[in-house]
């Protein structure tokens, strides 16, 4: 059963609009979460995080939102731009010590259109 | 060279034959990690080796072998494989909490494609 879930598998946006890229979670106890970034033929990289007693992070363009209560994050992308056209992985932490680990999603990828 | 670096980045194999996938990481980490990534599904962990000592395996089968002879280096190897472990393998690494949990950001390598005939 899939604990991190990306329900909308591709989005295309304007360029200069908002981004909306969504993440829905199954497991309270998820503590840490994650977006990546997937260019075709680079491995994921790292692009913001939320701890889950916040419910807010922002870094330039990005902004990632947490509703714990509803199990869901977000992240916006605004404005978007040409160069954000990405496969967009959501990622969640949990466990402790040696158990710890991330659990992803499936994968949103965004075209950002002229 | 810094970060993550995986070899092959392409590999053709036969299902009787036998091969390595190489990971060298130069972060200076102490967690490594192979995960498998098929077309739309998830991420998938394979193996967490943290500080060599391999801490998850996530029900792989064993015709995947991990080897972690050190921090930096990690290994998978490949023989009598299948048609549908054809994947795109990620090798990634990341710190290591004083706790011994690992740091929930982890770094990747580029993959290698792995195509069985």
């Known amino acids: 059963d899939q604990q991190v879930k990306q329900n909308s598998p591709s989005l295309s946006v304007q360029e200069g609009r908002i981004s909306i890229l969504n993440c829905d979670y199954t497991n309270s106890m998820f503590d840490y979460f994650l977006w990546y970034k997937k260019y075709p033929a680079e491995g994921p990289t790292f692009l913001i995080s939320?701890?889950?007693?916040?419910d807010k992070n922002e870094d330039g363009r990005f902004t990632v939102f947490l509703n714990k209560s509803a199990k869901h994050l977000s992240l916006h992308i605004v404005p978007s731009q040409p160069g954000d056209s990405a496969v967009y992985f959501c990622a969640a932490h949990g466990g402790t010590g040696t158990a710890s680990k991330l659990t992803f999603g499936t994968g949103t990828r965004l075209q950002v259109t002229l | 060279e810094t970060g993550v670096t995986q070899t092959p980045r392409h590999l053709v194999m036969g299902m009787t034959n036998k091969k390595s996938l190489k990971c060298e990481q130069h972060?200076?980490?102490?967690?490594m990690y192979w995960y498998k990534q098929s077309a739309k599904k998830p991420l998938e962990l394979m193996f967490v080796y943290n500080f060599k000592e391999q801490t998850e395996n996530n029900s792989v089968p064993s015709r995947f072998s991990p080897e972690c002879p050190n921090s930096s280096h990690l290994f998978l190897h490949l023989h009598t494989l299948q048609p549908e472990d054809s994947a795109l393998y990620l090798c990634a690494s990341s710190r290591v909490h004083g706790t011994g949990s690992v740091e929930e950001k982890l770094f990747f390598g580029s993959g290698t494609q792995l195509s069985v005939l």
């Open positions: 972060l200076g980490h102490n967690a």
């Open positions: 939320i701890s889950s007693i916040k």
